[in-house]
């Protein structure tokens, strides 16, 4: 017994099969308990020899139930240690690429056309004040024109901005802050740290508070741009918007005037480009405003740079302003009809354009 018993352990490959062969010769009804549990039946004369000899052979077989069994956990446990060994020089998972969001690839064509016409490229405060955003652009504070750019206003607007409506009432005890309706501030910034002559384009975020539908966010982005001079025209104007058109749309795309009325601008116009679109149409496609410099802001601007103890340099020259939003351009290229998938973080939006935009 103690030799099949020994031969059965050493066939045992897992600890399982141990367990078996444990259970079959020393479990509670094991081959050799009982062995040991008949001896009662024996004479006593017997019993001591026949029970000395079943504890050795219970002995040798438990002797190398251990062993066996060390020898299997070992191996069980190198097995497991191998299978979770780090292969250092495996590759490592792969990180996705990144690419530049829509409204900043049209942004680098934008920049990329006004730099190359030797325009000065800055950004400029989100965080406006009244006087920036709306005053010194010739929109005083009982203009309607303000209810063309819902502002959020980050400050009380003082009672006496909901004043009697003329002019001439008295003006607002101080200057609350908000969001920049559009980045036509940065023109009065601009000019009252530079001097002219001045070429200088801005970009960057605007708010309005507003509904948003497909073509309307509440969050958006405007490219703008200012030259000032002597003797600028609408001739200028006109052929700078063009040259954009041309480096957005190629060679053979025109542009369209039509009035409008911005109040830092006289006269005033929008301005759109006639370009394929993906069904094979022609259509124009409305960009921006633009116009020529109101007299008014430039007094504005010299008002505020006297008050700084600067020069007042910009009676008497005359320049452009325009400004537009990126966002309707990487709509029509990019072909996404919502303008608010742009900011949805939606990485399926996103995501397409890794690899374009890489
Ligand atoms: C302005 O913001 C003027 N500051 C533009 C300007 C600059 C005129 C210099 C003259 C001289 P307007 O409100 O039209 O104008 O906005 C300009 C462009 O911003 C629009 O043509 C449109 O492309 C974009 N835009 C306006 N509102 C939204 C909106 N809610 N969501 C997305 N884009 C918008």
Not at 2 to 29: F, P, R
Not at 275 to 294: F, I, T
Request: glycine fraction near 10%; charged fraction near 25%.
């Amino acid at each position: 017994m103690q030799h099949e018993a020994i031969q059965e352990i050493t066939a045992a490959g897992t600890l399982e099969a141990l367990q078996a062969v444990k259970t079959k010769y020393v479990g509670k009804s094991g081959l050799v308990t009982r062995e040991l549990g008949a001896l009662g039946k024996l004479p006593p004369e017997e019993r001591k020899a026949r029970g000395a000899e079943i504890n050795a052979v219970r002995q040798a077989i438990q002797a190398a139930l251990d062993e066996r069994e060390a020898v299997l956990k070992r191996e069980a446990l190198d097995a497991k240690l191998a299978g979770e060994a780090i292969d250092v020089t495996l590759p490592g998972l792969p990180l996705p690429a990144g690419g530049l969001h829509p409204i900043n690839r049209v942004y680098e064509d934008l920049v990329n056309i006004y730099e190359r016409l030797g325009y000065t490229v800055v950004e400029g405060p989100e965080v406006e004040d009244e006087h920036h955003n709306f005053e010194a652009l010739n929109v005083p504070w009982y203009h309607p024109a303000r209810d063309l750019q819902d502002t959020f206003w980050l400050e009380e607007v003082p009672a006496s901005f909901n004043g009697p409506l003329e002019p001439g009432a008295a003006p607002a005890p101080s200057v609350p802050r908000l969001l920049r309706t559009h980045t036509s501030p940065m023109q009065v910034r601009y000019m009252v740290d530079h001097e002219p002559d001045l070429k200088v384009v801005v970009r960057g975020k605007v708010y309005r508070y507003e509904a948003t539908d497909a073509t309307h966010e509440s969050m958006f982005h405007q490219l703008e741009g200012l030259v000032v001079g002597d003797g600028i025209s609408m001739a200028d104007l006109k052929g700078t918007i063009a040259e954009m058109a041309r480096g957005l749309y190629g060679a053979g795309a025109k542009v369209r005037f039509q009035p409008s009325y911005y109040p830092f601008v006289e006269p005033g116009a929008d301005f759109a480009v006639y370009w394929d679109n993906p069904r094979g149409e022609s259509k124009w496609l409305e960009l921006g405003g633009c116009g020529m410099v109101h007299p008014n802001v430039f007094k504005a601007v010299d008002d505020l740079r006297e008050a700084q103890g600067k020069p007042r340099v910009y009676e008497g020259k005359t320049g452009f302003a325009f400004g537009l939003g990126p966002e309707r351009i990487a709509m029509l290229k990019y072909k996404i009809p919502d303008i608010r998938y742009f900011y949805a973080n939606d990485p399926r939006v996103i995501g397409q354009f890794r690899g374009e935009l890489g």
